[in-house]
């Protein structure tokens, strides 16, 4: 794994930056990117980034602002994209949609490996479980998660629901949970390597942090 940042010639496709809040100082900037060939030339509506600003809208107690990419699957651009958005953007958290199956252009796991200093497995293991719970192919979801700098950089599923339940886990009828999600581990990841103190919304997704690291 490199840090090493690729040729002018590979600069990523971008798209418009959105703010969830009034940017300040303290504001969590959150690098969204949604990798698809059709949604970026148009063919049909992205799905993937509106189903995370929709998400992260309902669990972040603290303030946040995203910034947003959509690109076509390719890796030179993946790998550009990522390093804009953590070195340039200063994004604290970068959450990725699609690309992460077994097809040939399905290559969003190799290019965040290919940025990253240090990968974190966990993520994409939990990723696998909550998916399982629906089918069994699961298991062919190539979903990663690493650290550049101060930075989280975590491979997401496509489609809306999949994003939603592998963020937010699931929850039985009474509102307990049954498997949890990976959110819940992300503000204390964030905490450890240096980025932003994130709180969420319990209703939504419950943050886990030992009680030597809690505020207020």
């Not at 590979?10 to 418009?16: F, G, I, L, N, R």
């Not at 990419?69 to 953007?89: K, S």
């Not at 998916?131 to 491979?155: C, D, E, M």
Request: aromatic residues 4%; neutral net charge; hydrophobic residues 40%.
């Amino acid at each position: 794994m490199s840090n090493a940042t690729p040729s002018s010639s590979t600069a990523p496709a971008s798209a418009s930056s959105s703010a969830s809040t009034t940017s300040t100082a303290s504001t969590l900037r959150i690098g969204l990117v949604s990798i698809s060939d059709r949604a970026a030339q148009g063919v049909y509506p992205d799905q993937g980034i509106p189903a995370l600003q929709e998400w992260l809208g309902s669990a972040l107690a603290t303030p946040w602002e995203s910034v947003v990419r959509l690109i076509p699957d390719e890796r030179p651009g993946i790998e550009a994209t990522l390093i804009e958005l953590v070195d340039r953007e200063a994004c604290s958290l970068v959450l990725t949609t699609g690309g992460t199956g077994p097809a040939p252009r399905d290559v969003t796991p190799d290019a965040t490996l290919a940025v990253a200093d240090r990968e974190m497995p966990g993520f994409g293991e939990q990723m696998r479980q909550v998916s399982l719970s629906f089918v069994p192919t699961a298991i062919l979801s190539r979903q990663v998660a690493v650290i550049r700098g101060k930075s989280l950089i975590v491979n997401l599923p496509g489609q809306p629901k999949a994003i939603r339940e592998t963020l937010e886990g699931l929850k039985a009828a009474d509102g307990t949970q049954k498997v949890h999600g990976i959110f819940a581990a992300i503000p204390y990841c964030l905490d450890l390597i240096g980025a932003p103190y994130v709180e969420t919304h319990e209703s939504v997704c419950k943050a886990f942090r030992p009680k030597s690291a809690r505020r207020g």
